[in-house]
């Protein structure tokens, strides 16, 4: 989003316009910027058989996964119904690559007869898929490498005390179950988390998937999961991804020659690639001056973008009606009936009520992880693409809200009592 003649713009279109057009609060997201990052990521991996998974629960909706799909990405899936999104975005199943964890058999069993690829995420599943299909299934293995380094601890999963993954300490026994049932390892899998600055850190899940390789003589590919940290405040330290590509490439063309060929290196970035596309538009409904502090209150809050209040995570936050106004310091704050807190203290020009703000960085867990807390609605979605917005999710309604309720039949019992 860029300043231009005391207007912000995406692509040359006027961010405020848009919320006129399609109401507030709104979510805008910018593809170019969502390219951008494609190919920042490839030039950085260059010399290496790259494949990028887009991790799908970070934003999944249908217009975004097709312009993934547009571009070359593949899909990293966590549930069977965004395996099902991607498939309606024109994804072949091939190309989906699906991550359970502690899901149900039945889910598991849909998603390997509709043809995914299966990432076994624990000895459990890794036995059920052996008792069940034998050798006629191809499993990738997520391991748990006992990594504990980088960003909060709610979104840290390489960790010995983490959930996910099978132990690295528990080689052995994979390896037994692996030969007990004949199952094609065709993949093995790391994610550490995320937040990383470090290409180290990478480094030292990759020499854990490099040694663990020699168990697997028949590996299509070694996944690195993600976890680059993005900038959310001018100053942020963030993922050196040239660094990351060099050294990761290096490493992974050793392995692959003492290996005794060329594999495929995959990568799933979900925040990297849609948080500094998108933003969160919000209207201003009061400024209300207490004695301690002056409050601003929005026609949004957790229900729609959550993260600030489950992660303490930081949000920049921008006036767009008034760029030239006053600095001066407000507490941003939502209207759910909870402590619904954006910002405090933020330095932001002279807000009145009416006022159009953005929150920044709002792409990713943004409105996948939004809800109907409060009865609420949950905001529509605009992608700018090629200099024109498309609304690419209608607001929801009164009409949405009971969609799923069954009210006649309990009513009939309350009537006739």
Not at 97 to 122: C, H, K, R, V
Not at 218 to 231: E, H, M, P, W, Y
Not at 274 to 303: C, H, I, M, W, Y
Request: net charge negative; proline share 4%.
């Amino acid at each position: 989003m860029q300043l231009q003649h005391n207007r912000y713009q995406i692509q040359g279109v006027d961010v405020v316009a848009m919320t006129e057009t399609f109401g507030s609060p709104l979510y805008i997201y910018d593809a170019d910027k969502i390219i951008e990052k494609i190919g920042r990521l490839r030039s950085a991996f260059h010399g290496v058989n790259l494949k990028i998974k887009y991790a799908a629960k970070s934003l999944t909706n249908i217009s975004i996964l097709k312009l993934m799909r547009s571009q070359g990405v593949d899909l990293d899936v966590v549930s069977f119904n965004e395996a099902q999104l991607g498939k309606l975005a024109g994804y072949e199943p091939q190309q989906i690559m699906f991550t359970p964890s502690g899901n149900a058999t039945a889910e598991i069993q849909e998603a390997i007869e509709a043809g995914l690829q299966i990432n076994a995420d624990s000895l459990p599943l890794l036995e059920w898929l052996g008792q069940t299909y034998g050798s006629q299934v191809p499993v990738c293995i997520r391991i748990n490498p006992h990594i504990a380094e980088g960003g909060n601890i709610k979104i840290s999963t390489g960790h010995a005390d983490s959930k996910f993954g099978i132990s690295i300490l528990q080689r052995d026994q994979m390896l037994a179950v692996v030969k007990q049932y004949n199952i094609p390892i065709v993949g093995l899998h790391v994610h550490t988390g995320s937040d990383f600055k470090d290409a180290n850190t990478f480094l030292k899940g990759a020499e854990v998937l490099f040694e663990l390789a020699s168990d697997y003589p028949q590996l299509q590919f070694l996944d690195f999961g993600s976890g680059f940290k993005v900038a959310y405040k001018e100053g942020d330290h963030i993922t050196d991804i040239d660094e990351l590509g060099q050294k990761v490439s290096v490493a992974f063309q050793h392995f692959c020659r003492q290996y005794g060929r060329e594999l495929e290196l995959w990568f799933e970035p979900g925040k990297f690639l849609v948080s500094e596309s998108g933003f969160l538009a919000v209207s201003v409904n009061v400024v209300k001056q207490n004695p301690t502090r002056t409050f601003v209150g929005v026609d949004s809050g957790l229900n729609h973008l959550i993260r600030p209040m489950m992660y303490d995570a930081y949000h920049d936050i921008i006036n767009l009606s008034n760029p030239n106004g006053s600095l001066q310091t407000y507490t941003v704050v939502g209207y759910i009936c909870e402590t619904d807190t954006f910002g405090t203290d933020r330095r932001l020009n002279e807000v009145r009520p009416g006022d159009v703000l953005a929150f920044k960085n709002a792409g990713a867990y943004g409105f996948s992880m939004s809800s109907n807390y409060n009865a609420r609605f949950r905001p529509a979605e605009v992608l700018v693409y090629e200099g024109k917005p498309y609304l690419i999710r209608r607001r929801e309604t009164f009409e949405d809200l009971l969609a799923t309720q069954v009210i006649m039949e309990f009513e009939e019992v309350i009537v006739n009592k």
